[in-house]
């Protein structure tokens, strides 16, 4: 075959897909985008070039120009640069409102690293990268745009919907979450709060594969383990005085030990609902470990433990950081500490762990201390509301993939707002590739279909989370 027509052939194709592509976006569509655009393009990493206050203030010039109310807008910070934005969308007063959340700080990007400019979006065969493309400011932007496309229709929900665009999630001191609910609780009060900062709904070798949405996350805490000894001359040691040796057994037996499986809520669910997905073998596990039969559940959460994230699930973790001890090569040390870190299972209690390092370490010379202040987050009811919302959504939507609970190992701002009494539930909205997570790191980017999807998924959310029992009930 002359290989010409071909090659027109595919051109005349790939031509008239990428005008199918664009041809499928809606009005609504395109005017996500250019909300999605403008906040990236606005640098609010927490540096001396970044502002998240100029974020907060162009998304609220949108709410001004969509007709909100002035005090339905506000952008209020402890500082000029760190100003976050909370706006309400008034209900009938059916319930107590609902908050969206969103963070609008970016980790910092460096041109030097990237392949292109991180404060730029760029649309690169089918994905937009730039800093912020998957944390989180395609969250914000299915907040915005869906608030503001609500709005101009006209619609009216049951409840208040409030939105919360925050300053300092991934750092700085002047987290926008914590600063809200310590300096105007009123403006963020709610039944419970939705966060696109958590969450995942997951693809997997391009095949979208479940609505992940988090409950819980494990609650961080370290400890400084600390043994004193006399010291002295090295040229005259003393068995049994040697602060060093005394942590280093005490870590040996640390380093045997494993705090006991123990299974909450989400991560029952999590077994439950995504057993369909795993090999024949690790779903067995799966069902074993939520099972009656005690013999079964302990031989597989022994295999299931040989994967450091299953492992993760299934119980606390401590594990040792950090070391330091003696103060010269020719002296007997004084001082030995380590740091441990600890990931709770948010059941877990502060006390427990502390005092199960005491009996684990085993040697009373071996100090333990809570590093700092601790304040534990407790796990979020799973909401039956919100997980029946989801179900019909992916039912219609996504051909019915599993709606799963998920406890994470990293913190978001969730956290603070289930330390103070608001449940908080992750559901980022947009599908992501398990085996491509450049969120913090070089060339951040995210599908541009998921980003369309995503949009319209919360259009459908938020009504259905807000609607008319009529429309609830559908
Ligand atoms: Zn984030």
Request: include cysteine; proline fraction near 5%; hydrophobic fraction near 40%.
């Amino acid at each position: 075959m002359n290989k010409l027509p071909f090659v027109v052939l595919w051109l005349i194709i790939a031509a008239s897909c990428s005008f199918a592509q664009q041809a499928a976006l809606t009005p609504e569509h395109h005017f996500a985008r250019d909300i999605f655009k403008e906040l990236i393009e606005i640098n609010t990493t927490d540096t001396p070039s970044g502002n998240v206050t100029t974020a907060a203030e162009a998304m609220a010039v949108r709410f001004r120009a969509a007709g909100f109310a002035a005090e339905d807008v506000q952008v209020i910070g402890p500082l000029p640069n760190k100003k976050n934005l909370v706006a309400r969308l008034h209900g009938r007063g059916q319930g107590k409102p609902i908050l969206f959340l969103g963070h609008l700080d970016v980790v910092e990007a460096l041109r030097k690293d990237w392949s292109m400019d991180p404060f730029k979006l760029n649309e690169v065969d089918g994905f937009f990268y730039g800093r912020g493309t998957s944390d989180i400011k395609q969250g914000d932007t299915e907040l915005v745009a869906n608030f503001l496309r609500l709005k101009k229709e006209g619609w009216v929900p049951s409840r208040d919907l409030i939105l919360a665009l925050t300053a300092d999630e991934e750092g700085g001191e002047s987290n926008g979450v914590q600063w809200l609910i310590k300096n105007h609780r009123d403006l963020i009060g709610a039944e419970y709060c939705i966060n696109t900062d958590a969450g995942n709904f997951e693809t997997k070798n391009g095949k979208r594969l479940l609505l992940g949405m988090q409950t819980s996350e494990k609650n961080y805490v370290d400890f400084r383990l600390e043994v004193k000894s006399n010291g002295g001359h090295s040229s005259r040691p003393v068995k049994g005085e040697n602060a060093i040796y005394h942590l280093a057994q005490g870590l040996s037996r640390l380093a045997e030990f494993d705090f006991p499986v123990s299974l909450n809520e989400t991560t029952r669910g999590f077994f439950e609902r995504t057993a369909a997905l795993e090999t024949p073998a690790t779903a067995a596990d799966f069902r074993a470990v939520i099972g009656n039969d005690k013999a079964k559940a302990e031989a597989a959460a022994r295999h299931l433990s040989a994967a450091p994230y299953f492992n993760a699930l299934l119980r606390t973790t401590c594990v040792a950081t950090r070391l330091e001890g003696g103060h010269a090569n020719n002296a007997l040390p004084q001082t030995a500490a380590a740091n441990v870190n600890c990931r709770m299972l948010p059941q877990d209690s502060l006390q427990n762990v502390q005092s199960t390092l005491t009996r684990v370490l085993a040697d009373n010379r071996i100090s333990v201390s809570v590093v700092g202040e601790f304040v534990p987050a407790p796990a979020s009811a799973i909401n039956p509301a919100i997980v029946h919302t989801l179900e019909g959504l992916s039912a219609r939507l996504y051909g019915g993939l599993p709606v799963v609970p998920v406890m994470d190992n990293g913190a978001s701002d969730g956290k603070y707002l289930r330390i103070a009494g608001i449940p908080a539930y992750g559901v980022p909205g947009v599908f992501s590739d398990v085996d491509d997570d450049r969120a913090h790191g070089r060339d951040e980017r995210i599908g541009v279909k998921d980003f369309y999807d995503g949009v319209d998924f919360y259009y459908e959310f938020i009504k259905a989370l807000a609607g008319q029992p009529a429309t609830a009930a559908r």
